[in-house]
């Protein structure tokens, strides 16, 4: 591949379409460029796996020759979930590393999650490594390369701290994705019974899609807990830094509800603390987090973007709607779907009936993520001029941190631009359906006035 497609660089990650936007020689390139940023931060060694996906190996292999050229060591995981190279970057006396994953997307994708020095990098750090590959400003060197088992140390680290109150009997489909290769023993090992679905690792997703983000792929493990005695259901995304959840009776318990629990854990250890959560969460955990003596700190969408205010404000907790959980209470705080998962069978474990704990968290009505779909750059322009111009009559409260969170006293109206493709992700809460269609209207004539011709997604 001779030309290096810009659009790879994305805004938390880089990612491509394999032997169209990324293939062997642009993993080798991306390994110099970030091996020379590592070198310009001091670091001596980057720690780097893969997922379950098949174009996984040519690309860990050119990157790591990449990395190595430019005089840093490598230290190859092999095949992990995304979390255990985060891990790794706490315990084995290196801060870089990185990930070769395609996460939730098409068998035909994949990419590179990257921790520079202990940090997530993301936006303009993640487009310096772009300029370097255009300026070819490598790094020259030989670094070492070596191998590493790290599976038995990550898991003994969760099972040592987290601990369930009665044994479980739970149902765990991991779509095919890499979680599958961990999740089992890692729960078998805290004293679960473990229903496995999807869990052989397979790069062409055959069952359905690694993304529990989405209802239809939770159908499988929702009939699994209607047709035997297991009591919960996780689910993983493909690359196992989210988590899924399903009660016994179907219900979902999206992240942000997940995230309630988490907090009234988390602050009986870290009490006045602040808990961090996305722009599209449920308007229900502010009153929770305050009501349980926390402080709660709404924040712009993204896993990078969410980490780094984490580390700025010393928080001990954070989440996204997207099933990205960040621990930094008995945890390094990166977003680990497996972890998650077992510090809520701890919790679920104390309860006398989890369904009904589950259940009974705040909820109101809501839309799933809706996208207005527009031309590349159209969704900036459109949420700037919403921005400069906000007229929303009977709302409390406009929040700008990222697009327009419009807070009514019985709602919520989101838009914002995504920050990986040219859309506006649009959601919406209320207390009644009435409520709902009312804020929805309002959203639907600001997009209106800036574009006319708009087809908004609902």
């Keep these: 591949m001779s030309l290096l497609s810009p659009s790879i660089f994305k805004a938390y990650d880089i990612r491509g379409i394999i032997d169209k936007t990324l293939d062997a020689e642009v993993a080798h390139l991306i390994g110099q460029a970030f091996g020379s940023a590592a070198i310009a931060k001091g670091e001596k060694a980057v720690v780097i796996g893969r997922d379950g996906r098949l174009s996984g190996p040519d690309l860990i292999t050119a990157l790591a020759r990449g990395l190595q050229s430019t005089g840093v060591d490598v230290i190859d995981l092999g095949v992990v979930v995304t979390p255990m190279v985060y891990f790794g970057t706490n315990v084995l006396g290196a801060t870089s590393g990185i990930m070769v994953t395609g996460s939730h997307n098409p068998p035909d994708y994949n990419g590179f999650k990257m921790v520079l020095a202990g940090e997530a990098i993301y936006g303009d750090a993640i487009q310096a490594l772009y300029q370097t590959i255009l300026n070819k400003d490598f790094k020259q060197g030989n670094g070492g390369y070596r191998t590493h088992d790290i599976k038995a140390t990550y898991l003994e680290r969760i099972i040592g701290d987290v601990k369930v109150a009665r044994p479980l009997k739970i149902a765990v489909d991991c779509g095919n994705g890499v979680a599958g290769a961990f999740a089992g023993e890692l729960y078998r090992g805290m004293g679960c019974e473990v229903i496995e679905l999807f869990c052989e690792v397979d790069g062409t997703f055959p069952n359905h899609h690694p993304d529990p983000a989405h209802p239809e792929n939770l159908q499988d493990l929702i009939r699994c807990l209607q047709t035997t005695d297991a009591e919960i259901g996780l689910a993983f ?89 960040f621990f930094k209470d008995r945890w390094y705080g990166f977003d680990d779907g497996l972890y998650a998962g077992a510090r809520l069978l701890e919790l679920v474990s104390r309860v006398a009936d989890m369904t009904a704990t589950l259940n009974n968290l705040p909820q109101s009505t809501s839309t799933p993520e809706l996208q207005l779909q527009l031309a590349e750059g159209e969704n900036f322009k459109i949420i700037a001029a919403m921005q400069a111009n906000p007229h929303f009559p009977g709302s409390d409260e406009i929040i700008t941190i990222d697009g327009l969170r419009v807070e009514y006293p019985d709602g919520f109206g989101l838009a914002r631009s995504s920050n990986t493709t040219p859309v506006i992700v649009m959601r919406f809460e209320a207390e009644n359906p009435e409520a709902l269609a009312r804020i929805q209207g309002a959203m639907k004539q600001a997009v209106l006035a800036v574009k006319p011709d708009a087809k908004l997604p609902y």
């Design 237 to 325: 995304d493909g690359d196992g830094d989210r988590l899924g959840v399903v009660t016994k009776d179907g219900q979902i318990i999206y992240p942000d509800r997940q995230l309630m629990l988490f907090a009234e854990d988390v602050l009986t250890r870290n009490p006045g603390a602040q808990i961090l959560y996305d722009v599209k969460c449920t308007r229900h955990i502010a009153p929770w987090v305050k009501a349980r003596g926390g402080v709660p700190l709404m924040w712009k969408t993204g896993h990078s973007l969410v980490k780094a205010k984490l580390r700025e404000t010393g928080s001990p907790l954070g989440g996204e709607m997207s099933g990205h959980i």
